[in-house]
């Protein structure tokens, strides 16, 4: 099974920006379509952007023209570039791929 590890997540100020990375422990040039999501304490997990092997992608209105999912299957990664950060969008954030167990995710801070 593959294995997925999050990283790139810290604190950031509103406005700021952050990288995120997803690293999976086999190749994903034949994943149809990987997923971030995010998940704030007391909330359920939510999906946040995907990604088609044909570079397709789709965003959830809360991060719509902010964020921007990618990916590099030569390095068996995925990325969610993060610009204009709200303290809205502090959660743990989450990579996918189908058939994927849930990684440990990655801790996203925004405060002033």
């Known amino acids: 099974q593959v294995k997925l590890v999050e990283s790139g997540g810290g604190l950031a100020q509103p406005g700021g920006s952050l990288k995120l990375s997803c690293a999976a422990s086999?190749?994903?040039?034949?994943?149809?379509?990987m997923y971030w999501y995010r998940q704030a304490p007391g909330k359920e997990r939510e999906w946040v952007a995907q990604i088609t092997n044909g570079g397709n992608t789709n965003y959830a209105d809360s991060v719509k023209g902010r964020f921007t999912i990618s990916r590099d299957n030569a390095k068996n990664t995925m990325y969610l570039q993060m610009n204009s950060l709200k303290p809205e969008d502090t959660a743990v954030y989450y990579c996918?791929?189908?058939?994927?167990?849930w990684g440990q995710g990655t801790q996203v801070t925004v405060s002033s």
């Open positions: 996918k791929l189908p058939g994927a167990s």
């Open positions: 086999g190749s994903i040039s034949r994943i149809s379509v």
